[in-house]
């Protein structure tokens, strides 16, 4: 019989908008049972950027899939009594409150950890202690501070943040190996821990290459950056790879804002793509033969490539390259994604069905184990799950469930 590799551990998700949610439900995916925690009014996505009316919108069903919700006024005395038993019931609690919110509730670590001394207690916050720790964390604010805006765009233009939520969901990402991690050695001591993780400091740990070339400025210009000029500071290098091996987006056919395909220059691809281009002579030239060669010139390189695929649909240049064993990848729009039926095929792009949303199409896990399928299945409701978890779980009767409705404790 096949389990779940998280089947068994209880998280009390008490967090909101992305990088936490993000989290959290990951580990919903693995099989842990995940109950999120709202107040009454609850988690503030519900109702941004919503298309339909009166029903969750699709900021909140995409991060909340495969929860049970269940809302709770922990400022009230009786709420503080209810978080405290479900902290005592669960294996991991995690949260991205502002700094301190969560002390002021009352529920200190050490609280915490008295309550329920085997816990891992996760927080996500903007920024480590420091100067910043008081500032409010947003996902480009993280993406500015952790060195991606700084080095993302062209070297003419201002500083570009990526499409790609790095400050949110890659931090959500970050924090579930940190909670995993914890998990893993509380089976060791039987102890839990106190797990921090900061969104400026994730944002930071995928600039890593950045870093790296920050100090390798002190040697010289990077040639391998498309730049002619160098300062004291790694300069914004457009779509080059910033590898080893020079890459560009290339403009195709019929030219419009999707229509590229992004290629790879190996020294073993040039002599084949210099039969594709239509410029043979190019492969043995000493002026182009060798990447050496080649480097202080790839803007004319990429710029003679581009004169052929312009040519082409993104399509047929890809199918060409890749018969000649070029590294190269079409620039896939939203909506090809969306209809991208390999995606589908892979459950990376899934259809749900919600009670109030109807049909609507989310992303999959993309933690593939063999031991441990997944079906996404649709966020909760508000509080849909409180009277399995209250009465079910904790053994309160119907009647306090309804006396705790009325006076706004849940």
Known sequence: MTTKALEGIRVLDMTHVQSGPSATQLMAWLGADVVKLEAPAGDITRTQLRDIPD??????????????????????????????????????????????????????????????????????????????????AYEVVAQAMGGSMATTGFEDGPPMATGAQIGDS???????????AALLQ????????RVNVAMQHAVLNLCRVKLRDQ??????????????????EVPRSGNASGGGQPGWAVRCAPGGPNDYVYVIVQPAGWQPLTRLIGRPELADDPEWSTPQARLPKLAKMFQLIEEWTSTLPKWEVLERLNSENIPCGPILSTREIIEDSSLAAN?????????????????????????????????????????????????LGDEE??????TGVI
């Open 215 to 232: 100090q390798r400025l002190a040697h010289g210009p990077l040639a391998e950056y498309p730049n002619e000029d160098f300062g004291d």
């Open 401 to 406: 469930l309804r006396l705790l409705k009325s």
């Open 347 to 395: 459950d990376m792009v899934v259809e749900v069905e919600h009670p109030e949303r109807g049909s609507y199409v989310t992303v999959g896990n993309p933690l593939k184990l063999s031991d441990s399928p997944v079906e996404i299945t649709a966020s909760p409701l508000l509080g849909e799950h409180n009277a399995e978890i209250y009465v079910g779980e904790l053994g």
């Open 55 to 136: 029903a969750d919108s699709l900021y909140f069903t995409m991060l909340n899939s495969n929860k049970r919700s269940i809302t709770l006024n922990t400022k009230t005395e009786r709420g503080k009594q209810l978080l405290t038993e479900l902290i005592r019931r669960s294996d991991v609690m995690v949260e991205n409150f502002g700094p301190g919110a969560v002390d002021r509730m009352g529920f200190t670590w050490d609280r915490i950890r008295e309550i329920n001394p085997r816990i891992v207690y996760a927080s996500i916050k903007g920024f480590g202690d420091g100067p910043y720790t008081a500032f409010k």
């Open 170 to 180: 890659g931090t959500g990402i970050h924090a579930v190996a940190a909670v995993l």
């Open 186 to 193: 509380r089976t060791r001591t039987g102890r839990g821990q």
